[in-house]
């Protein structure tokens, strides 16, 4: 099927102002999903549109990925999320949005050995990290690191952008990323930094990085290791969010694929972003420690509107219905902490009786208050021994490979334009200048 757009030679939309109408074509998606081509309303009108966060607005035709937030659809490249969760890795799926198919196995040999390739960082960059602050935020040292590779494999910057190979681009940074953060984990506690083994797999071998130390000789549970590739699959990519709208942006200006990245990475963090999943951590704590467990008594505050009581964790922007991707990381944060041993968790027992009272509650149902993605991954992201000021990092590592094909595929787009939002100006206007020893 074409991944290209088509306009609709039979639809148009009339815009009627001032005594004159204008006809727009309307543009058809591959999902049948339909957009109005407004690019020359202001050439021809004079007017803008104003969409405040841009809900209504399309920046870009993409074949990357597709979100139908009513029916709760997710694909990458026509593949859905359900098929790519249940039968692939993680490093499957971002061959799959920056390559735009499914590896055959000799692709897989090749790019499995060029992440072992890439997966050490330049060994001078030890030095950046070990002049962080102490208490330096970890997505803080992520996005620095990230430009600053840039300093170190410059070649991306300097050849044209056709003739810079995309299998060695794509697992340099995805493989580098994984490193960095990593590190930055390591050197938040104090302790050394352990260096990728070629022995172990994408997610092994971040794990051993993170827990692996000289007191602690640390080998990943197969478990653990399907659950966070789930969970870095769960998040590859979802369209046009404000991140990945963010990478857009930079690299429309020209910007480099580490200048991109960084960009994201630091949109992420936003709390409500990337950072959804900590906060339901930390709702979930304060319920046990504040509410004493009593789920009731806090629904009800939130149906009131009680500004102490906000629902982390439930409903999105894009769904209308159930996220197709809390449903399986619900199973796979079950599984794990079954597998781990703590199926009792208290913070488990709440989130599944905050789960089932709302799903059961008419005010919920009516404004599609549903769980979400982050609901669940918090939940299993802390049972692996993950602490909450890298769980907006983990994040950054899963969304790595739709960030890239973004970047890639706004910068072969020939239609794409340097991104240029309009505004509708409301200060003060035509104000006589007074010299400053006149001013009262």
Not at 125 to 132: E, P, Q, T, V, W
């Amino acid at each position: 099927m074409s991944s290209s757009r088509r306009r609709n030679s039979e639809e148009q939309v009339r815009l009627v102002y001032k005594g004159r109408s204008w006809s727009y074509p309307v543009v058809t998606g591959t999902e049948g999903e339909r957009a109005v081509d407004i690019s020359t309303l202001r050439r021809d009108t004079g007017l803008i549109t104003l969409d405040p966060g841009f809900v209504n607005t399309g920046a870009c035709s993409s074949a990357i990925t597709f979100v139908d937030g009513e029916r709760g659809i997710l694909r990458h490249r026509g593949y859905a999320i359900e098929d790519l969760a249940e039968h692939c890795v993680f490093l499957e799926v971002a061959y799959l949005l920056i390559m735009g198919k499914l590896p055959n196995r000799q692709e897989w040999q090749r790019f499995s050995s060029l992440m072992n390739q890439h997966s050490m960082i330049h060994e001078d960059m030890r030095d950046f990290f070990l002049n962080y602050p102490e208490r330096a935020h970890p997505m803080a040292v992520l996005s620095a690191m990230v430009v600053s590779l840039s300093s170190f494999y410059p070649e991306i910057e300097q050849e044209p952008m056709e003739e810079v190979p995309l299998d060695i681009t794509a697992t340099r940074l995805l493989s580098k990323l994984r490193t960095i953060a990593a590190f930055s984990y390591k050197k938040s506690i104090g302790e050394p930094f352990v260096y990728p083994s070629y022995r172990m797999s994408y997610c092994e071998n971040f794990l051993n990085m993170m827990f692996s130390s000289p007191v602690n000789d640390y080998w990943p549970d197969p478990v653990v290791v399907r659950a966070l590739n789930l969970f870095l699959i769960l998040h590859a990519d979802h369209e046009q969010n404000c991140s990945t709208s963010v990478v857009r942006f930079v690299a429309s200006a020209g910007g480099s694929l580490y200048a991109s990245v960084a960009a994201g990475i630091c949109a992420l963090w936003g709390p409500l972003h990337g950072g959804a999943n900590q906060a339901v951590i930390e709702m979930l704590e304060r319920i046990l420690r504040e509410d004493k467990g009593r789920v009731d008594r806090v629904i009800e505050r939130a149906k009131k509107k009680d500004p102490r009581t906000r629902l982390m964790g439930f409903g999105h922007r894009i769904y209308k219905t159930y996220d197709p991707r809390a449903r399986i990381a619900k199973d796979a944060c079950m599984k794990l902490l079954a597998r781990l041993g703590l199926q009792n968790d208290p913070l488990l027992e709440i989130a599944l009786e905050l789960e089932e009272k709302a799903l059961n509650d008419p005010y919920f149902k009516e404004r599609h208050l549903y769980p979400n993605v982050d609901f669940y991954t918090g939940i299993a992201y802390r049972a692996m021994g993950i602490p909450t000021n890298m769980f907006t990092v983990m994040f950054a590592i899963g969304r790595l490979p739709g960030w890239i094909a973004h970047w890639m595929e706004c910068r072969k787009d020939p239609t794409q334009k340097i991104a240029r939002p309009r505004q509708v100006y409301i200060g003060e206007t035509a104000r006589p200048f007074i010299p400053m020893d006149q001013r009262p």
